[in-house]
């Protein structure tokens, strides 16, 4: 990663450009983890403020609060609060950080996905075994997370 990188390059190659995708499989296990763990928080805490009124609706809330957080975060530095934490962020195919808009797109596909157990795991196979160890999500948007570049 001694080069930064620029708009019209697209992604990174992971042949010339390895370093940008170095231990990323386990930083994003990393990041995943302290997301779910604040989603959590933020969502226990809304279902506390509201008398326990919104635990009822539990699952509702905890994805309604996870696409917030994550497009929010996501839209304002392309990363998570645990991807910033773990130094990896998302860029789009053109290698460029996200925008509100692809923020959104991610978030939502992201979500739908991982509402399948099969396809949660198709992801996570796909995350370990691909050359940019891309999420199937990351496959069907064309985005990848990297290494922050220095």
Same mark, same amino acid.
């Given at each position: ?16 450009d ?12 990393f ?23 919104l ?28 991807? !910033? ?5 998302? !860029? ?19 979500l ?18 691909? !050359? ?16 922050r570049?220095?």
């Amino acid at each position: 990663m001694t080069h930064a990188m620029t708009h019209a390059a697209g992604l990174p190659d992971p042949e010339y450009d390895h370093a940008f995708y170095d231990g990323v499989p386990a930083k994003r296990l990393f990041a995943w983890v302290v997301d779910v763990l604040i989603i959590a928080t933020i969502s226990l805490v809304l279902g506390l403020l509201t008398l326990t009124v919104l635990l009822w609706v539990w699952p509702i809330l905890y994805m309604v609060v996870a696409f917030l957080y994550r497009s929010a975060t996501i839209a304002s530095g392309s990363a998570t609060l645990g991807m !910033r934490l773990m130094n990896i962020e998302l !860029r789009n195919g053109l290698g460029r950080r996200f925008s509100g808009g692809e923020a959104m797109v991610h978030t939502f596909c992201y979500l739908a996905l991982s509402a399948s157990v099969i396809l949660q795991l198709v992801s996570i196979g796909l995350i370990a075994a691909s !050359r940019r160890h891309q999420g199937l999500h990351d496959h069907i948007l064309g985005t990848a997370a990297i290494n922050r570049p220095r």
